[in-house]
Structures are given as C-alpha cells and as structure tokens.
C-alpha cells in the first residue's frame, strides 16, 4: 500500500521537502537510489572483501565438550586471536542446527526469538573417528556422518558414502567481534580474553600458553591492524544519503559459505521479484534480505521487497535440502557456481565417488549482526525438507473458509454508501464474493481503530447488513501511530513506554500516512498484548465479528527514514537496536494483531490477518501479499514464481492484487489476471486512488461474464483449496507448488515456473502472454495421464503441446489417479454454500485407479481441533469400485451436505451401475455415458457426505 505521493502530499500538514521528493519520485517507479546495493552496505562490502581460500579460522579439538545430543568446541581466528564457541546438534527429523557465537563477548550478540515454535527435539550424536586433524560423528541413527576438520577449519556431512554438504569449504567464515573503539586499549581485550580461557577448563593449559605467546610475538601487527579497521568507512559509523547511522558497538557482521555438490538448482530466500530458480550473482549484487517499503518495483532483480525468509532449497533428481538461516538483521545471499572437481571440496568427493566432475552451488549468507544460527534440513525429498522446517516454525494457520474466496479491495471505497453499492452489484451481475475491504481513508484521520464520522458513521450497521448476506469486510490497521494528543491509541502507548526509542532515549518518530508518526515496539510481549486487546469489541469501536484485519506499512515504512524504513540505531526493548530485529517487525505485527482477534473471540474462532511484511514463521499468523505491483503484462507473470517461493519456505497463503495495484490494467489484462488469480491461494483484487474504478461489471458484457465465469470456478473448487490447506496445516507442504515437488527426478521441471500444481491433482497453466493465441503447457509424468478440466480431453504424459487459447481459456488439468470435490452450485458466498452437496470428479490413473480425499468443518472455528468436530473422508476407486471410509475416526460432524454427483473421467461404459451403503442396503444408480469423452456421470447418488458408502460399475 505504497500509496503514490501525488494524493497523499495534498492530505497531510506541511512535510519536509525532501520527504514529498522521495515519495513523487517512487510514486512513478522505484527510485533505486534511494535503496542500497552491496557496494554501498559497509559490513557486505568488507564480507564479500574476503576471498575464497584457506579460512582464518582453525577448529581446537582439544577443546571438543560431548553430550549426548550436541558437541562443543572452539574455534580460533589466527589472525586476531578471537575465539568462537562452536555449537553442533542433531535433531530429530533429519537435521543438524550449527551455532557460532564469540566465545566471550563484550557484551551479548542477538539471537532470534519468537520464531522456533519450540526448542527442536534432538537426537544421539556420536564420535565414530578422530585423528590430529578431524573428528567425525555419526548423527542418530542415520548412515550419515559430520567431520569436522581442524585447520583449515571445514565440517562435511556424508550420507552414507555421498557428500551432501560442506560448510566454510571456501574459508568465508567471517565473524566481526564486538570490540570496544580505538583507544580503548587492544592489549586489555587480549589479555582479558586470555585470562577468561585460563578460567575455562575446556581449554589445555598448553595451547593457551601458546595462543598467548603467538598473541605476545603479533601484537604490534595486530595493532597496526586494528588501527586500519578504525579508520574503515562505515565500520563505527556509516551515512547513507541524508542519513547516518551510529554504530555504538562497531562492525559486528557474520558471514559463512556452504558448498552443494552435485546441485545447479537452488530455490527460495522470498521475497524478490525474480524467477524461481535462483540465479548467479557473481559479478552483480547478492539477493539483499531486509524489509522495506519498495515502491512499484522492478522485476528479475536482487532487491530486497516487503518480507523475508532466509530459507534456500537446493534440488537434484536424487536429493532436496535446505538451509535455514536464522538472523533477523539485514542478510545478503550470495549464490555461484562452481565445479567440485576443482575444489578441495570436490577432492573428497572424487576420492568417495571414483573421480570425475561434479557441478556445485555455492550460497554464502552474510549477515550486519546477530550469531551464525543455522540449520541444515537435510531432505532426502522435497516433501520431507517442507516437514522439516515446518517442524521448526509451524505450519501454515489453517485459515476460515471464507478467506480462500474472492476479495473486492481498492484504496478506497469511499463511504458507506459505496460499500452497499459495490456489494449489491455483486448481488446484481450474479458474482460470488466474500469479502469487501476498505483502505486508510476509512479511518479518521488515519487514526487507525477508528472511523471516519462523515463517511463511516455506522460501522456497525454496515458490517451487520454485510453479515446478514454471509459476507465479510477487512479494514487496515498499520502499526504507524498519529501522534496526537487526542488519539486515545496513541496517548495509551506513550503513556506505558511502548514506543520504539532513538539512540538518544526519547520516542522515535517519523512520516507515514498520518503524518507524524510513532511506532510501538512489537518487540516487547507486553506491548503485543496491549495491542492484541485493542481488537476487543469495547476496545475497537463499531467492530464486529465478521471485521477482519489486513497489516500494511510494517516492515516498517517510514517515508523519512532511511531506504524508507527505520533507523538502524533505533532502540527496542531491552536495549536490542533496531539492526538486530529489523526482519521481525513485520511479523510481531501480524502475530499480535493474530492475537487480537483470537482474543476476541475467546480463542473459539481462526483468525484471517493479511500482512505485507513477513519472516520465517509468519505462516503461523495469516496470509501475506507481493505488495504493490502495476497493471502490467510482466507482473501478472511474476507472480507465479514469487508465491511459488513463498510456498516452499512454508507460508501458503499468497497472492498478488488482481488487475495490478498501479496503472489501468486493459480489459484483456485484467480478465487473464482474474484467470491467474483464480488459481492461487489468495484471491484479492486492488487497485491504487488513482486507478479507475474496476469492479467486474465496468468492463462490458463479454468481460464481466469472463470474469464471472472464472471466479464461479474458484468457487466450485472451494472443497478442493479447504483441504490442501487443511493438509499444509498439518504437513507443512506447500498448497501451490512447483511442478518438481511431485516429479523429483523430472529435470524438465526444475527451471519451470509459469505453470504449477495446485496440490498434486491440478495443473495450471493460466495465459499471462499479451494477445495469445497458444502457449505450450509442458504434462509431466512418465506414463501417466491428465484430463482437460474444462473438456475432459485425455493426455499421455510426459509432452510439450500446443494449446490454443482464446480469452475465455484458462488451461488446467487433472491429473490422472486423482480425485478432486467440487461444488457446483455456486451462491453469492462460501458461507452459502457450506451445506450445498458436492460432487467428485474421479480421473482415472493408466491402471485405472484414483485417491483423493476431503476436509470439512464449520469452516471458521477451532472445534475441528477441540473438539474433533469434523470429518475427513478418503475415496478411492480400484477395480470398478468407488469407495468412500473415514480418513481420520476421531472425527465426527453433523452436516446435511450429500454427494450429488459423481463424474468419473477415462473409463469405459459399464452395464450397471449401483450404490452400497454401510448398512448393507444395495440400489441402482442412474448415469450418463459420453463415447466421445470417455466420461461416466453417476446422478444422484444421494448419500451423506459422512457415510461410508461404495459405487460399483459393471
């Protein structure tokens, strides 16, 4: 919601000039000057400064400490003497956690809190072999094994004789010290360092005699060194444009490299405006993880967007990984490629694998501050690396029903009488939607918790009349506050200190939509709890329950700062800058305004909150956005990789705002970005203040039935959408996915990313080409089969064709040996349909078979877990047979829903066909053949959707 400047210059007091430039300037495209590259970040520049080679770094095994689940040692730098504490744990699933911190710091280093759901469970870690140089470990049970070598220091993980992983094999561990400034004495931190590992038995007495000699004979070196480091640009202090930021603890980065052989395909590291696949980024800068506020941005580049999630997979046809690096600040990814055969990495894994070439990627992270917390989630299959790191920060929330519906959104819709309008035009043209939203200017004054009194005098009536046609509103609340002494939100957080500080202790403020404003400190749980109460009905006036809640601006934004967001140096509790939770922000935000609505509800019903910032763990809150795009042919594509790498670091829940937030999007524009919007998991047009109007029927005739035609098939597929994300609750998998995902060892699919699967049964391949008249739609699937869902035609897999298209063809597939619920009586919302019958669709697999499944519940509580008040029911077809059994028997819900039809696609014409019931009763079934499609409909049915029951063909 980076909404351009040209309106909002004319809405607020008098502002500084420089702050109406930046913003004019965004408002046309993203000025790139005023975010940083690598070059002009002091702690990548000196990261990247370091070369691959030996590293600096030699691992003490005499120092190793054993417990059952973790080991210890130290690392020494051999240039400057620092030690670090090395922390390596297996843990249960198939992954390794390594830790890296100073051994004594001046003061405590940041670590993440809030984002691991619990402490991870670990397993047995034993040594099976040591010399003077390595020491290897088994992990668990597993056949695979670490060793860690001393100097240069490197660690290796094997699975069985395969080498899976390196870490540090380039030398680029780089860990900054927290270190006192110049003057302050270098041979009293040495000394002091000294003297605390003469106190830590974990250290021979030898080696630290010696350590101390080597310290004596470099101390004039060391001097002139240190010296050369204070007087770096941007190592104590560092200015940005018109911004500098004090660094009252110095260079602090970390920095670490690990090497894949064997894999050229790496994933993930959201939000960029970039392909799938992950590119090089030799010779340009690294992918830059770190919220900010990106006006109108550019596509296929490294810029950091609105969220982060330092998660990256790397796939081959044998294997998948990943690698979760756990830091809040400012992280730059640097990825290339590399042969093993010419590296002493690929030594080892010719001297394991017989010789020979191996292609490999090499990732290094580099982050501003904080420890090296990382972990290793070691596969073997995609699906397994998705459990895994869900494992570690939870799934996606299981969201209401009626959030996997249609959304109407745009800044704004005016007034009240503009919501009764554009909800009875959907009445009208026969559109099923779910939601309306409304936008800051619904608010008064940008006092967020209020409304308007012109425009909104009657919240509560408004939100009633909503209700009473089963449909929903959203309004936005940011987390930048007015300062103004007669905003009681503001007035309560500055009472109780709940304000972020400066460096100099006095609130932090800065320039967002209201104005002038203050940012609370999401950081603090107390501040989170206040917040979380402020969703109470008595609390946030003229609410109710089918008001829900969208967080924007909360990486944060602020129009004044620095890259448009805070300052690095701003103070959270506790006394953590800003630098070390910058990443979070976005999350605590939608965790606490979560909260709220749980709160309210008494903690009986699934909260929807939309967020535009985001970090590893988000998922767990809601759903989430890819921020202000355009009206363009390139960003309606670009949203297909963009929420396709959002999926595979856990948060299921995306979308991109339908039409383009900036520009007009032409007719034929908006009704392919309807197609393409159809069929990702949130479902959302918006638009900016400036934009004509775009409800569906101000198209003409021929679009609005389009446009009503394709979200009429978002709605018959409702059931479907329930129960991926039922499953992503549970397993972590990624509701749209990828096409590798279900064809690992496909290698066709590894660089495909304008087609993907919705669940493993369908198969989109939405048109985003301007004036298309075909496009090639790759089935993949060695012997297998798809079905046009639109025509029934049957296809062998795998091929490339060609598919003519036209502006009313959206092409999407079943996939054979699936079977996917619909619901085919659309209504004006999901919550009308809850008890309409279902019918399934049964593609028939080569042999002849077929499994799916479905979910259902009220749609919108927690008693499905509760109280174990739903149902989930199998179907399979094998041998002429369709049967339906429970999934799951601790579930039990009532429902007058019934299976109205069964469509069954690839089969022959049988003789007969007939129902049996649980209770033995037998009966004949009417049905329909088509010899031209191979398609059976069995009519009527007629059964609960929660009875057992089996239809047999003859």
């Known amino acids: 919601l980076s909404k351009m400047a040209v309106s909002a210059v004319g809405r607020f007091p008098v ?71 090395l922390e390596i744990s297996g843990l249960d699933g198939n992954m390794v956690r390594i830790k890296i911190n100073e051994l004594n710091p001046l003061k405590p280093r940041y670590e993440v809190p809030d984002v691991l759901i619990r402490e991870p469970a670990t397993t047995l870690l034993t040594v099976t072999g040591r010399d003077e140089n390595s020491i290897e470990f088994n992990l668990g049970t597993t056949q695979q094994k670490l060793i860690v070598t001393a100097k240069p220091f490197r660690m290796d993980l094997l699975a069985g004789h395969d080498l899976v992983l390196s870490v540090n094999s380039r030398g680029l561990l780089m860990f900054e010290h927290i270190r006192q400034r110049k003057d302050s004495g270098e041979e009293k931190e040495a000394t002091e360092s000294l003297e605390s590992k003469k106190d830590d038995d974990s250290v021979p007495v030898d080696q630290i005699v010696e350590e101390g000699s080597e310290q004596a004979v470099d101390s004039e070196n060391e001097k002139e060194k240190a010296q050369k480091e204070e007087e770096e640009p941007g190592t104590w202090e560092e200015t940005f444009k018109t911004h500098t930021d004090s660094k009252p603890n110095g260079p602090t980065s970390v920095g670490l490299d690990f090497s894949l052989p064997g894999f050229e395909h790496v994933y993930g590291i959201p939000e960029h405006a970039e392909n799938l696949k992950l590119k090089n980024t030799e010779g340009g800068d690294p992918y830059r993880l770190y919220n900010l506020d990106v006006f109108q941005y550019e596509l296929y580049n490294p810029m950091a967007l609105y969220g982060s999630v330092p998660v990256l997979l790397a796939h081959n046809s044998q294997r998948t990984l990943g690698i979760f690096w756990l830091n809040a600040a400012e992280t730059w990814v640097d990825i290339s490629s590399n042969t093993a055969g010419k590296t002493l990495f690929g030594k080892m894994l010719d001297y394991i694998q017989g010789g020979g070439e191996t292609p490999q990627t090499d990732i290094r992270w580099m982050s501003e501050s904080g420890i090296i917390d990382v972990f290793l989630m070691l596969g073997p299959t995609a699906k397994d690396v998705f459990q895994q790191y869900t494992s570690l920060t939870g799934t996606q929330a299981f969201p209401p029903l009626f959030s996997l519906g249609y959304h109407q959104c745009r800044w704004n819709y005016n007034d009240e009488e503009d919501v009764r309008g554009v909800d009875a035009g959907f009445d009208e043209h026969d559109i099923p939607y779910d939601v309306l939203w409304l936008d800051i200017e619904h608010a008064d004054g940008k006092r967020y918790f209020t409304w308007d009194p012109s425009k909104f005098p009657t919240p509560r009536d408004m939100l009633n009349n909503m209700a009473s046609k089963r449909r929903k509103m959203v309004s936005i609340v940011d987390p930048h506050i007015k300062i103004d002494s007669n905003y009681r939100i503001h007035n309560e957080i500055r009472s109780k200190g709940f304000y972020v500080k400066t460096k100099d202790g006095g609130d932090y403020e800065g320039w967002c939509w209201p104005g002038s404003a203050g940012y609370p400190d999401f950081t603090n749980p107390a501040m989170r709890s206040w917040w979380a109460s402020m969703f109470s009905y008595d609390q946030y006036e003229g609410s109710t329950e089918n008001l829900f809640v969208w967080n924007d601006m909360n990486e944060p934004s602020v129009f004044n700062g620095p890259e448009v967001t805070m300052h690095k140096d701003a103070v959270h509790m506790d006394g953590w800058e800003h630098r070390d939770v910058h990443n979070l922000y976005g999350l605590y935000v939608q965790k606490a305004t979560a909260e ?53 670091v856990g948060i299921s829940f995306c979308g991109a705002d339908i039409g383009g937030f900036f520009k007009n999007p032409s007719t034929e524009l908006l009704v392919r970005w309807y197609q393409m919007g159809a069929y990702q998991p949130f479902f959302r047009a918006h638009a900016h203040l400036d934009t004509t109007r775009r409800e569906p029927w101000l198209f003409g005739e021929e679009n609005k039935q389009l446009i009503r035609s394709v979200i009429r098939q978002r709605y018959a597929l409702l059931p479907y959408w329930y129960t991926l994300f039922y499953h992503s609750y549970h397993t972590g998998e990624p509701v749209m996915r990828p096409l590798w995902v279900e064809f690992p060892d496909d290698t066709i699919t590894f660089n495909i990313d304008d087609q993907f699967l919705v669940g493993s049964a369908l198969l989109a391949h939405p048109v985003s080409e301007q004036g298309a008249r075909g496009i090639q739609v790759y089935l993949p699937g060695n012997g297998e089969v798809w079905y046009d869902v639109h025509t029934h035609q049957r296809y062998m897999a795998p091929q490339t064709m060609y598919v003519p298209v036209t502006l009313n063809s959206i092409p999407v597939y079943q996939r054979g040996g699936s079977i996917v619920p619909r619901k085919d009586r659309i209504r004006r919302s999901s919550e009308c349909m809850h008890v309409d019958p279902f019918t399934l669709y049964v593609a028939l697999s080569p042999k002849g078979s077929a499994v799916g499944d479905l979910f259902v519940d009220d749609g919108h509580s927690f008693n499905f877990e509760k109280k174990n008040q739903f149902l989930h029911r199998n179907f399979s077809f094998f041998s002429g047979v369709l049967t339906s059994s429970s999934a799951d028997p601790r579930g039990s819900f009532e429902s007058p829903a019934w299976i109205e039809r069964v469509v069954i696609l690839g089969i022959g014409k049988p003789t007969s066909v007939s129902l049996e019931k649980a209770d033995g009763g037998e009966s004949a079934l009417d049905f329909e053949y088509s010899m031209e499609t191979s398609v059976l409909t069995i009519r009527k049915p007629a059964v609960n959707v929660a009875a057992d029951w089996s239809i047999s063909l003859r």
């Open 596 to 648: 709220g609505q749980l709160l309210r509800s008494l903690g009986e019903e699934r909260p929807f909150v939309l967020t535009r910032a985001f970090f590893a763990g988000s998922q767990r809150y809601g759903a989430v956005w890819t921020g202000d795009n355009s009206a363009e042919w390139d960003h309606l594509k670009i949203s297909v990789p963009m929420c396709l790498s959002l999926g595979l």
């Open 15 to 85: 502002v500084a000039l420089s702050w109406i430039c930046i913003c004019i300037t965004a408002s046309l495209a993203v000025d790139r000057s005023n975010f940083k590259t690598c070059g002009q970040s002091s702690f990548c520049t000196r990261q990247r400064s370091l070369k691959p080679g030996n590293s600096m770094y030699r691992a003490l095994l005499d120092s190793l400490q054993l417990r059952e689940s973790s080991v210890s040692l130290h690392l020494i730098n051999e240039v400057t003497k620092i030690p670090l504490l």
